[in-house]
């Protein structure tokens, strides 16, 4: 037998032929295979089983076949090992690590024990901060070595403000805000310190400027970051800014060009997708969206939030409405699928009123999850 330009072919002027051995990839699966003797009078087919660390076992069971139906095997088994030696084969798909979800409570906690003691029973596995940047370095300390010993993260301490105000009083206090809050997520180990942007307009800290989406408040956000980062310069967290419908970052491609240009080590991602859906072409395809930023900022997102988005069917120019998750059309399937590459990275719920929407908008997202073969832990 014979390999010519990747098919086999056998020289059947040999006494005896054995189909080729071949060497896979076996820790999970058990592969049968047929190998195949034969001489002039006919053909004898053994069955054998290869296993991982065994060589091949005969089994005693004998059946004579045509040369033709020989071949035809042959063939068929050649293309399937040749296939095979391609990928690692797998009798089940591996385990993934469970998802982590959080959400504020409402709930009062007198310390870390108490803190902890309200996660673990709403099921959550990540937390915002559960404290101010007023408190003392041990009190920090024991909110942080709780968290550690109950497998819970901190995902992140909100600096929410305009440092990028054209009101200088306004920005000088929200510049100090970003650097004192990242300081605290630094001191508690917080997956991260998130703030927006900023905005340009002098009424609304969060509200859509003209001047907002140009290339001189783009260089602005660059600047004004970095110096947040240099400032306090962060060892255990990162300074992030989540994405904003009429503010940089407005995109995937835009906070791309963001993470090049700030070129600060401690620079990441905060992933909220529904702020990307602006337009009903999004909107409709949001999947296709929400993929795009796994697949370019994936290994930079430090904290997600969770929530939802439904288009007003009876307003007749695109109105979108920020819903409960589970009462609008962002693709939670998707979402998870692509959180579960990242698994200890939390998916935060936020923006209900109360806590019993909270545990609805936590219960569809796992069943979101059980349906997708992925669980929260």
Request: one cysteine or more.
């Amino acid at each position: 037998m014979a390999k010519r330009g990747g098919i086999l072919a056998f020289d059947w002027a040999d006494t005896q032929a054995t189909a080729v051995n071949f060497s896979l990839d076996l820790s999970i699966l058990q592969v049968k295979i047929l190998a195949l003797n034969f001489d002039r009078s006919g053909l004898i087919v053994h069955k054998l089983s290869l296993r991982k660390k065994e060589g091949l076992k005969m089994i005693n069971k004998k059946q004579s076949i045509s040369r033709r139906e020989f071949i035809k095997n042959s063939v068929i088994g050649a293309t399937v090992l040749a296939s095979a030696s391609r990928v690692k084969l797998s009798a089940a798909p591996a385990k993934t690590a469970p998802l982590r979800l959080g959400s504020p409570i409402f709930e009062k906690y007198d310390g870390p024990d108490t803190w902890v003691q309200i996660l673990q029973r709403l099921g959550y596995r990540a937390a915002y901060c559960p404290i101010g940047i007023e408190e003392k370095e041990d009190v920090v300390k024991a909110y942080a070595k709780a968290a550690q010993e109950a497998d819970i993260i901190i995902a992140e301490v909100g600096a929410w403000s305009n440092p990028i105000s054209p009101n200088a009083e306004m920005r000088k206090e929200a510049l100090e805000k970003c650097r004192e809050h990242l300081a605290l997520a630094d001191r508690i180990g917080a997956k991260c310190c998130v703030n927006i942007s900023g905005s340009r307009n002098e009424k609304h800290w969060a509200g859509p400027h003209e001047d907002n989406l140009t290339q001189e408040t783009f260089d602005l956000i660059v600047e004004t970051t970095r110096a947040i980062i240099d400032d306090i310069k962060p060892t255990r967290t990162y300074f992030t800014l989540e994405a904003m419908p009429w503010s940089y970052p407005d995109s995937p491609d835009s906070y791309v060009r963001l993470i090049k240009a700030i070129d600060r080590e401690r620079f990441a991602v905060h992933l909220d997708p529904v702020n990307f859906v602006v337009s009903p072409q999004v909107y409709f395809n949001n999947g296709k969206m929400i993929r795009e930023c796994f697949e370019k900022l994936g290994p930079k997102i430090r904290s997600c939030h969770g929530k939802d988005i439904i288009l007003n069917e009876e307003i007749y120019i695109p109105h979108l409405d920020e819903v409960r998750p589970g009462l609008g059309r962002l693709d939670y399937a998707t979402f998870l699928k692509e959180l579960s590459k990242f698994p200890d990275t939390p998916l935060m719920l936020e923006h209900l009123p109360d806590a019993e929407q909270y545990r609805l908008a936590a219960e569809h997202i796992r069943g979101v999850a059980k349906t997708a073969g992925l669980s929260f832990g």
